[in-house]
């Protein structure tokens, strides 16, 4: 059985970027995360002990977008990190981290990093 734990439009203001007006002004970020993790015994005990508690989750992920870098892949790599850290069971996951509104000429609707781990 393969069981996920999921969060979908998760919604920051931030401070990233290769440009220093980038890290001063800020920008609007949308995050997504899945991650693979073994709760069969949540589904028969009702324990939230036997699961990966997506409040944690989330906190993990707001915790690292406060703290400012130059690249996405980096604030990504924090944020992996940290959740393989503090959920030591988690068996890999995907996530996705959008900067809404890019530094590039043109229309776009964001511009994304994506890892599958």
Known sequence: MNTFVELRKIRFYAYHGVAEQERC????????????????????????DATLNYA???EIIYREMRISSHLLEHVA????????????????GILS??????PISGDIEGASVIVEW
């Open 77 to 92: 790599g924090r944020i992996i990190r940290a959740i393989q850290t503090e959920f030591p069971l988690s068996e890999g």
């Open 25 to 48: 002004v800020g920008n609007d970020y949308e995050i997504y995360v899945k991650v693979k993790y073994p709760f069969k015994d949540a589904m028969e005990t009702d324990n939230l």
């Open 97 to 102: 981290i959008s900067k809404q509104k890019p």
């Open 56 to 58: 944690q989750l989330y």
